[in-house]
């Protein structure tokens, strides 16, 4: 696995910033890449440490999985949550069609 | 009744008891502060002046009936701009909620309200609590109330303003990393962190879920206490949250005890670490020699991977962060980008509304989460994140709390840090308690010859509430300095 972002210039400021649906502005590239290539540098110390025998800490504390009981109660109030939608359609958050062009 | 600064809310509560101030006046008071600083010190980003007002008439009427909430009724509370109040603006400092009406109450401000407190404007932060100096507020640069050319700490940087320019006399913050105590030290007021789980987290905009906490800033630690008291406890919303073993913090204090022979750890790591202020120093080696004065006993003790702290939260932090702010996508709610396609809509939107920082952040977490890079940079922090953990609990076999600073430096002039490495790691004092999910609180310690507040950090173990309050609160009954005014106060 190519570990060392500095010598292998394998970091993809367009691929990554692809997977995260973020637009980021051509001038903005240079110096973002630039920070992220100061910020991995540092973050390699982890890759280099032997800890091929220690279990990995996901939460500080031990949650379980928790069940209750189904209970029907009043829902969240419709008008609400549409009153801060971008747009609306009578009852309905209104989205650019998804497939587009297929019946026309 | 005269309101002097840094009034505590324990006495406030006092006076509303014997009747010799309303809640009318106290909020007009803090209303007062608020017009007459805060256009200097941006320490609040909005604030409703009629509805607060119409809160507190509520109160006083409840007060003469004899149906008072508790005995803060009427006691406004600045509340830092991530966390939800119903139908109030909660922007986290980005310009993709600008406009957007919280449709409900954090479950932190529903248990104020039901205390009868005031939720008294939203403070200002870095961008999604992503910064340690509020420069990254899409809005407005708040500056530190003891000097305007310096921040006033972050990401909570506005409620701990808020406090020491007496706006308001407690506020409510978020710490994810740092983002309560680092503020509270370069404000000069009291900042707590409490464990993770204590108090739920329903409603607080999310930034790293398994880090995040809220916590209150105080003029006091009895106040912090108390606070704590109104706000902890589970919640159903938040599978994460637990109830404290101890019911009521606050009494725990009135009780009398000592700190005579109470075991307090140093780790030699900190404190030879490199960058580290000699004022700090100086200022952190009076505070251990009033804790000995006190007869609490200094055990050295090692932290042998604290090094790696800034490394494992900048990881772990990152990456929970890329897939919480993955909900920011133009569709139900914030802002959305004018586009024809669907899928520009995401894009377009992000790229439109996520400042500089939270980008970053977001592309740093999609990278150690990405195939091929998971184990090397995410898999690694979070089983550096159990040695870190281990090294806690080994400290606190043989100390009951430990001290350090709350930060390398003093309070720093704005663009100070040239690269946002350099900022990152102005918090390695702070983030392994998150990291570990202790609890932690930043106490005002001294002032520098240059008038800066500083600040030392007390660390106790997981749910261990009530020896963390019992030694800050004797510390801050004993240290030289009084209070912590800033000056034009």
Redesign the interface.
């Known amino acids: 696995m190519e570990k060392n972002m500095k010598e292998n210039k394998i970091f993809n400021i367009d691929d990554i910033a692809a997977l995260a649906k973020l637009k980021i502005a051509e001038s903005d590239k240079k110096k973002l890449m630039n920070d992220m290539m100061e910020i991995v540098g540092y973050i390699e110390e982890l890759s280099k440490l032997k800890l091929s025998n220690i279990e990995p800490m996901h939460h500080s504390s031990n949650i379980q999985n928790i069940s209750r009981e189904d209970i029907v109660k009043a829902p969240f109030p419709r008008e609400k949550i549409l009153s801060i939608a971008p747009d609306t359609f009578d009852e309905l958050i209104k989205v650019p069609a998804i497939l587009p062009d297929e019946e026309q | 009744m005269k309101i002097e600064p840094n009034i505590t809310i324990a006495k406030i509560a006092k006076n509303l008891g014997e009747g010799k101030i309303s809640s009318v006046e106290i909020c007009n008071h803090y209303l007062e502060n608020f017009t007459k600083k805060n256009s200097v010190f941006n320490a609040i980003l909005s604030i409703n002046k009629e509805k607060i007002l119409k809160s507190a008439e509520e109160s006083d009427k409840r007060r003469k009936e004899g149906k008072v909430l508790s005995s803060y009724d009427g006691i406004p509370i600045a509340i830092k701009d991530n966390l939800c109040v119903e139908d109030e603006p909660c922007t986290c400092a980005s310009k993709i909620l600008e406009g957007?009406?919280s449709?409900?109450d954090a479950t932190v401000i529903k248990k104020i309200k039901a205390a009868g407190m005031i939720p008294f404007g939203r403070t200002n932060m870095d961008e999604f609590a992503m910064g340690s100096s509020c420069e990254n507020s899409a809005y407005v640069k708040t500056r530190n109330p003891w000097d305007k050319d310096r921040v006033p700490g972050g990401s909570s940087g506005g409620s701990a303003a808020s406090v020491a320019l007496s706006i308001a006399p407690a506020a409510l913050g978020s710490d994810t990393g740092g983002s309560i105590r680092q503020p509270a030290a370069f404000c000069g007021v009291v900042g707590l962190k409490p464990s993770?789980?204590i108090v739920s987290r329903y409603g607080l905009v999310a930034f790293a879920s398994?880090?995040d906490q809220i916590g209150p800033f105080t003029n006091s630690v009895l106040d912090s206490a108390i606070v704590l008291d109104i706000i902890k406890g589970k919640d159903?919303m938040d599978?994460?949250s637990?109830d404290s073993k101890i019911a009521n913090f606050a009494e725990l204090l009135s009780q009398p005890y000592s700190i005579d022979g109470l075991r307090i750890g140093i780790p030699s790591e900190c404190i030879n670490c490199e960058g580290l202020d000699n004022v700090i120093k100086e200022n952190f080696n009076e505070s251990i020699n009033l804790l000995k004065g006190l007869g609490a006993k200094i055990i050295e003790i090692s932290f042998p991977h604290w090094k790696?702290s800034?490394?494992?939260y900048?990881?772990i932090a990152t990456a929970e962060a890329?897939a919480n702010l993955?909900r920011f996508?133009?569709?139900?709610?914030?802002?959305?980008a004018k586009?024809?396609?669907?899928s520009e809509?995401?894009?377009?939107s992000?790229?439109?509304g996520?400042g500089?920082e939270v980008?970053?952040r977001?592309?740093?977490?999609?990278?150690?989460l990405?195939s091929?890079?998971y184990?090397?940079?995410y898999?690694?922090?979070?089983?550096?994140?159990?040695?870190i953990?281990k090294d806690y609990d080994e400290a606190f076999k043989i100390c009951d709390v430990i001290l350090t600073p709350v930060t390398p430096t003093p309070p720093f002039t704005f663009n100070s840090k040239s690269?946002?490495?350099q900022m990152?790691l102005s918090d390695i004092f702070t983030i392994s308690v998150?990291?570990?999910?202790n609890c932690a609180i930043s106490v005002p310690s001294g002032i520098t010859s240059d008038n800066l507040p500083l600040g030392v950090q007390f660390t106790a173990g997981?749910m261990r509430e009530d020896i963390l309050l019992k030694t800050s609160h004797i510390f801050e009954l004993h240290r030289s300095i009084k209070s912590f005014i800033p000056p034009e106060n």
């Not at chain 2, 996508?329 to 959305?336: A, E, P």
């Not at chain 2, 586009?339 to 669907?342: A, C, D, R, V």
């Not at chain 2, 977001?362 to 150690?368: A, D, M, N, Q, S």
């Open positions: 957007f009406i449709p409900y993770y789980g398994s880090l159903p599978c994460t637990i790696y800034v490394s494992v900048y990881v890329s993955a996508d133009g569709i139900r709610y914030g802002l959305r586009t024809e396609k669907l809509i995401y894009l377009e992000r790229g439109l996520f500089e980008k970053r977001i592309l740093l977490g999609t990278f150690v990405s091929g890079y184990d090397a940079y898999r690694s922090a979070q089983k550096v994140r159990t040695l953990r690269t946002p490495l990152y998150n990291l570990a999910g997981f």
